[in-house]
C-alpha cells in the first residue's frame, strides 16, 4: 500500500479528516490601527463590510464593522482549535470569559453544549503594520460528549513543547507539538472533554518549519488514524519520493513513517492526524450534531436562550490597547503573561 493516498491543492477552507471538521488558515497583512485598534485606512470601497473574506490590499476584514475579526456567535457539539503564529487575538464568551493571545500562543475551546464567543484582530500598532497569522481548527466532539459545559484552555507559547530535529547534514526542522507527541515529547493536556484527551485516539496537532534542503521523518502513529499534512508555505517538497508544491495537501498513512526532504525555501507545513470519531456528522452553520432533528433542536434553543446571553456591552469586544497577554476564566481565575 503506498504511504500517499491522495495529494491535491488546499483551496479554501482546506480539506479535512475525520475526526476534523474544518480547517482555515488566515494570513492578513493589515495596516496601522487608528485610535479604536480598528483599521486606519478607507472601508468604503470595494468591501462587503460584515462578510469581507476577499483578499484586498492584502487584508480582509471578515464580519467585523471597524476591527477586523468574527464579531460574537455561536457553537454546539465540537471544538475549535485557535493556533496564533502573528498578532493579536482578543477572545470574549457568553460565560463572562475573556482573554488576549498573540504569536506562539493557542487557545483550545469546547463548545459543548452550546457557548457564544467573539474573536477579534484588534490592531495595536498605531505606528506600523499589524499582520496577522492563525490557523482555526474544528475537532469533532463524539455523540457522549456533544452536551458537555463549555469550556477554554489557553495553551501559552512558554508551555508549548517544540522539537528540533537536525538532520544528518545539519539542516533543522522545528515541531511546534499542540496536541499528541512527537519523539516521546507529549503535548500539553487538552480540554478535559476533547477527542484528543484520550491518547488511544491519536489526535496530533502539529506546526512544522523545515530549514532549506532540511529532511525530516513525520513519525508513524496509530494506523486507524486519518493523517493530512498541509503545505502552506514554501516553494517545493519530496514526500516519499512524489515532488509537491506548497499551496498543496497530502493525505499519507498515519501507520507508516513519512519522509519528507525539503526543497531551496524554508517550508511550514501544518499536521492533523487522529483516528476517526465515525459517526454521522449534521452540520448547520456553527452547530455540528448527529442527526438533523438535533439540529431542529439545537435552533430552537439557540432561539430561545442565546445559550445563556451575551454579557458584553459590544458584539465586537476588544480588550484595551496596552494590555497583555491574558485569560480570564469564568470562574473569575486569571492567568497573565
Given at each position: 500500500m503506498s504511504k500517499i493516498k491522495n495529494i491535491e491543492p488546499l483551496g479554501f477552507p482546506w480539506?479535512?479528516?475525520?475526526?476534523?471538521?474544518?480547517c482555515a488558515y488566515h494570513r492578513d497583512e493589515y495596516p496601522q490601527g487608528n485610535s479604536n485598534m480598528g483599521v486606519d485606512a478607507s472601508l468604503k470601497q470595494g468591501r462587503h463590510i460584515g462578510q469581507d473574506f476577499v483578499v484586498k490590499d492584502g487584508w480582509r476584514m471578515y464580519h467585523g464593522s471597524n476591527v477586523p475579526g468574527f464579531p460574537y456567535h455561536p457553537h454546539r457539539g465540537f471544538e475549535t482549535i485557535t493556533i496564533n503564529k502573528e498578532g493579536v487575538v482578543d477572545h470574549s464568551d457568553s460565560l463572562g470569559a475573556k482573554g488576549r493571545f498573540m504569536e506562539g500562543d493557542v487557545q483550545w475551546m469546547t463548545a459543548g453544549r452550546g457557548v457564544q464567543h467573539s474573536e477579534m484582530f484588534p490592531l495595536v500598532n498605531?505606528?506600523?503594520g499589524n499582520p496577522l497569522e492563525i490557523f482555526q481548527i474544528w475537532l469533532n466532539l463524539p455523540r457522549a460528549s456533544k452536551m458537555v459545559d463549555p469550556h477554554f484552555k489557553m495553551l501559552w507559547k512558554e508551555d508549548i513543547p517544540v522539537v528540533e530535529h537536525q538532520d544528518e547534514a545539519g539542516?533543522?526542522?522545528t515541531v511546534q507539538i499542540v496536541a499528541g507527541s512527537i519523539a516521546d515529547t507529549n503535548a500539553l493536556a487538552p480540554t478535559p472533554d476533547s477527542w484528543a484527551a484520550n491518547s488511544a485516539n491519536a489526535v496530533g496537532v502539529y506546526t512544522v518549519k523545515m530549514e532549506a534542503n532540511a529532511t525530516w521523518t513525520l513519525p508513524k502513529t496509530n494506523a486507524e488514524a486519518h493523517r493530512t499534512i498541509f503545505f502552506y508555505k514554501g516553494d517545493s517538497i519530496t514526500v516519499e519520493g512524489q515532488q509537491v508544491g506548497y499551496d498543496y495537501l497530502i493525505e499519507a498513512a498515519a501507520g507508516e513513517d513519512i519522509t519528507i526532504k525539503n526543497g531551496q525555501a524554508d517550508a511550514y507545513f501544518l499536521?492533523?492526524?487522529?483516528?476517526?470519531?465515525?459517526?454521522p456528522v449534521v452540520q448547520h452553520g456553527p452547530f455540528v450534531m448527529n442527526s438533523q432533528q438535533e439540529i431542529i433542536q439545537t435552533m430552537q434553543e439557540y432561539s430561545r436562550t442565546q445559550f445563556g446571553g451575551w454579557p458584553w456591552n459590544e458584539t465586537e469586544v476588544v480588550h484595551p490597547k496596552d494590555k497583555g497577554r491574558f485569560a480570564l476564566h469564568s470562574d473569575g481565575k486569571e492567568e497573565v503573561k
Open positions: 480539506k479535512t479528516q475525520d475526526p476534523f471538521l474544518f498605531d505606528d506600523q539542516y533543522v526542522t499536521i492533523l492526524e487522529g483516528k476517526p470519531i465515525n459517526e
